[in-house]
């Protein structure tokens, strides 16, 4: 799983065998999650609200552009 920081605060994300990674329409792994990116995550929250089960997690952001040309540097 994974600590995602929300608006409410930190929630903690359980993946589970079953859980689908897209972004757009194309399936990523879990290990294209990486620190910083922004997701939306659909799933069952547990108990306090605090802990979520994951259903399906899509991924948001620049990957599906591509890293071509002179890029940024920093």
Same mark, same amino acid.
């Given at each position: ?6 608006d409410?605060?930190v929630?903690?994300?359980n993946?589970t065998a079953?859980t689908k990674?897209?972004? !757009?329409?194309?399936? #990523?792994?879990? /290990?294209?999650?990486?620190? $910083? &990116?922004?997701?939306?995550v659909?799933g069952?929250?547990l108990g306090d !609200?605090?802990?979520v #089960?994951?259903? /399906?997690?899509?991924?948001q $952001? &620049?990957e599906e552009?591509?890293?071509h040309?002179?890029g940024?540097?920093h």
């Open positions: 799983g994974f600590d995602l920081k929300t409410k605060g929630r903690k994300i993946v079953k990674f897209e972004r !757009g329409d194309d399936t #990523v792994s879990f /290990e294209e999650i990486t620190e $910083g &990116a922004h997701v939306t659909f069952t929250v !609200g605090k802990e #089960v994951a259903k /399906e997690v899509n991924l $952001g &620049a552009h591509g890293h040309g002179g940024h540097k």
